[in-house]
Antibody, heavy 119, light 110 residues
Framework: QVQLVQSGAEVKKPGASVKVSCKAS????????MHWVRQAPGQGLEWMGR????????NYAQQFQGRVTMTRDTSISTAYMELSRLRSDDTVVYYC????????????WGQGTMVTVSS | QSALTQPPSASGSPGQSVTISCTGT?????????VSWYQQHPGKAPKLLIY???KRPSGVPDRFSGSKSGNTASLTVSGLQAEDEADYYC??????????FGTGTKVTVL
């Protein structure tokens, strides 16, 4: 069926990097933008950026520029989000989400990946 | 990019209607017809309810409707049901390949 399956929870130390994967199935991976959204415990949603799986082109939210890298492997229909120089306030749930169109909303979401940053 | 402004909470009795506002600027909500609404239950991923201001994905009940006037978008939930108790978020395309979410609204069914 159509779904996005993310990698499992991670525990990282401050200053380290984390790479979260998002495997798509049931649809043509390269036909839809993939976005990354994060949510701190009990807080709202925050858009991080997106990747065009067809071209590999990326757009990042200003607050993550220089710290986030989004990539994809079309051979296995998987998108990745790597966040570097982790801080305690990066302890959040990260979601991948498929977009309906270039400027459109997100119609398919992964289950979320909890990343804990702790010394 | 500042978050879109939503009321922290809203409530209604079963069968009643509740409307949630989402206020942005002419650079996001007011500038594009790309406002979406999401429902999120505790511990779950968000679910798309409305896209492009008023369109519903297949499977979303017509009790959920969206609209926009100027820089403010609105989501109305009619005929409230117990399972509608959740957090609701709006989002908008914000130009220059950016997107922004609302602050979120907790809906309580009394």
């Amino acid at each position: 069926q159509v779904q996005l399956v993310q990698s499992g929870a991670e525990v990282k130390k401050p200053g380290a990097s984390v790479k979260v994967s998002c495997k798509a199935s049931g649809y043509t991976f390269t036909d839809y933008y993939m976005h990354w959204v994060r949510q701190a415990p009990g807080q709202g949603l925050e858009w991080m950026g997106r990747i065009n799986p067809n071209s590999g082109g990326t757009n990042y939210a200003q607050q993550f520029q220089g710290r986030v890298t989004m990539t994809r492997d079309t051979s296995i229909s998987t998108a990745y989000m790597e966040l570097s120089r982790l801080r305690s306030d990066d302890t959040v749930v990260y979601y991948c989400a498929r977009a309906l169109g270039n400027r459109d909303g997100f119609d398919l979401w992964g289950q979320g990946t909890m990343v804990t940053v702790s010394s | 990019q500042s978050a879109l402004t939503q009321p922290p909470s809203a409530s209604g009795s079963p069968g009643q209607s509740v409307t949630i506002s989402c206020t942005g600027t002419s650079s996001d909500v007011g500038g594009y017809n790309y406002v979406s609404w999401y429902q999120q239950h505790p511990g779950k991923a968000p679910k798309l309810l409305i896209y492009e201001v008023y369109k519903r994905p297949s499977g979303v009940p017509d009790r959920f409707s969206g609209s926009k006037s100027g820089n403010t978008a609105s989501l109305t939930v009619s005929g409230l049901q117990a399972e509608d108790e959740a957090d609701y978020y709006c989002s908008s395309y914000a130009g220059s390949n950016n997107f922004v979410f609302g602050t979120g609204t907790k809906v309580t069914v009394l």
